[in-house]
């Protein structure tokens, strides 16, 4: 009964009540995003490393050593070597030694040289290992595998080859075109940079390298163009993908070549502590170590100022509009001294009025949220690819989790709390005016 009396009285007040559901909406389509994405983003951030004990890269910075080498994003000013590594992986704590060399691109997308063991160690949130939506890992120095982000932005298989560049830039002119690289193998899914990300061998950068012409030019057949933010054209071809031994094997590669970190394994993992104070003491040898957790921890900490700040701004923003519903129906109440005497003529209570206010209030917030959700939702769906390269990690189209529900639920408590200001007044006014009588 009062909630068809609430939506005939939203009905009659639709002008000044669509402005505040306009309000609403708006409001609590910033809320849901902000939260969407900031929970999407600290899970990618927990979730972008696992099954890594220590990881070993030059004299630098935590924080640095940990965004080249997980996040991919920049690279240390030095580099250590594979002699290095060497030494290191010899220690009887070791278990095994992973590899990172970074400085190509493709498409804007960053090549990760590396070992075939990446793929046997290097793990994701709670322990997952990697895995192939298609194919296989390389086992060539011209071959490479792709992450399920780039295959999806650049709409590549198994089977296509393509042209590395070198440098960092989205946009670079310097392209190795003699060592075109097969796609051998997608990777699945793991909302992590691993995603985004192409992995081949140390071998193929270095030869990529070594047979890169002086001069900067790009052949001007066999091009494929793709969407990718702007317009990129990158060389692809179709090979036959099965062939039965690779054409060009991974040969060992000397001790002195450069790499930009590595990931290590212990057999013990007590023995983690110890072994990163014997890597960062050693003055012979320039390198840092690091355990993941904690520097990713650090890393969270620092972000921690800008997550509480646009939290802050964006709950100003909601409690902003509830302001304007307060406001709302407490202009309302005036007019609608008429509207409660016919009520009050009929029998209802003060109470009644109080509640009438309450669930005309909740009755808006229930319809703008689900407004909201759907609409974000729409959004997600159309602009995720977009979103996921922009913030460098995975955005998931499902809006619905624990966080969003725990933010419906303060938003619920919010409007309560604000309407029942109006609905107090115009409880108390009836009650008033039923003793008067």
Known sequence: MLLRLALRSLKYRQQSVLLTF???VLSLSVLFAVEHIRAQIKESF??????VDLIIGPRTGDLTLLLSSVFHRGVPSAAMTLDDLNTISAKPQVSWAVPISLG????GFTVVGTSQDFFNYFQTGEQVPLSFADGRAFAASNEIVIGAQVA???HYQVGQSIVLAHGLGEVSFHHHDDHPLLITGI??????PVDHALFTSLQALKQAHDSSPKSLKRPSQNTHTHKHEHEHDHDIESVDVSLPDPDKPLLPLSPGTDITSAFLGLSNPVAVLSLQRIINRDNNRPLSAIIPGVTLNQLWQILRFVETTLQVITWLIVFATLLGLMTMLLASMRERKAEFAVFRALGARPGQIFWLIQIEAITLTIIAILTSVILLSSVLIIAANSLSLALGVSISTTLISDTILYNIGWVLLSVILSTSIPAWNAYKNNLQSNLQR
């Not at 927990?46 to 099954?51: A, I, L, P, W």
Request: hydrophobic share 35%; net charge positive; no cysteine.
């Open 46 to 51: 927990t979730r972008s490393v696992s099954g």
């Open 104 to 107: 190509d691109m493709h498409a």
């Open 22 to 24: 306009i309000a609403m």
């Open 152 to 154: 999806k932005s650049l």
């Open 187 to 192: 990777l699945t899914p793991t909302g992590t």
